[in-house]
């Protein structure tokens, strides 16, 4: 089974900050990997599917890259709607798989 | 407009049964993967399975940890997906999701619905 490695678990930033979420997978997985934000009694949200591929009406401030075994995502500069968990998401081969998650707080 | 509602969650005790359903409008049901996805209180997200679309023959995939307890199934007909879930454990306390999935790269999911939270307990 793949697994897929977060980090870091938790970050603190300040809006504006630039925030880079890392996503190791245990072994590759070509660029079957997608992102997800979720915020408190919402449904999560794709953001990002293909390693790097932006869904559409995301906004242009968030984007992916990698291929492989490891990927990241990427906001370009912090705003207060984002402040929210991040999970990875191989899907590459069964069972599917998540990150543990990355919640980004407020500094 | 794409809409998933899951209906049938409750409290059941432990090695209890529950059926959710997850009733799907607004795309071509029969086209597309559907997967469930759980997350337990204060845990993070968890895929629980998927059905296969029509072309797949519908055919199913589960994860370990619900492997011979869930059953995934779908009713095309009616534009439904269903997860039934027998000899249930208290650490399957989570909200279940139902989702769809489209094509590229793997199978992603793009529509969620809200959500039915499953509680067991005695």
């Known amino acids: 089974d793949i697994q897929l490695t977060q980090s870091p678990s938790f970050l603190s930033a300040s809006v504006g900050d630039r925030v880079t979420i890392t996503c190791r997978a245990s072994q590759g997985i070509s660029d079957f990997l997608a992102w997800y934000q979720e915020k408190p009694g919402k449904a999560p949200k794709l953001l990002i599917y293909?390693?790097?591929t932006l869904q559409s009406g995301v906004p242009s401030r968030f984007s992916g890259s990698g291929s492989g075994t490891e990927f990241t995502l990427t906001i370009s500069s912090l705003q207060p709607e984002d402040f929210a968990t991040y999970y990875c998401q191989q899907l590459n081969s069964y069972p599917l798989a998540f990150g543990g998650g990355t919640k980004v707080e407020i500094k | 407009e794409v809409q998933l509602v899951e209906s049938g969650g409750g409290l059941v005790q432990p090695g209890g049964s529950l059926r959710l359903s997850c009733a799907a409008s607004?795309?071509?049901?029969?086209?597309?993967?559907m997967d469930w996805v759980r997350q337990a209180p204060g845990k993070g997200l968890e895929w629980v399975g998927r059905s296969r679309n029509k072309a797949n023959s519908f055919s199913p995939e589960y994860a370990a940890s619900v492997k011979g307890r869930f059953t995934i199934s779908r009713d095309d007909s009616n534009n439904s997906l269903y997860l039934q879930m027998s000899s249930l454990r208290t650490e399957d306390t989570a909200v279940y999701y139902c989702?769809?999935?489209?094509?590229?790269?793997?199978?992603?999911?793009?529509?969620w619905g809200q959500g039915a939270l499953v509680t067991v307990s005695s």
């Open positions: 293909a390693a790097s």
């Open positions: 607004g795309f071509s049901f029969s086209d597309h993967h």
């Open positions: 989702t769809r999935a489209f094509y590229n790269s793997g199978w992603n999911s793009d529509f």
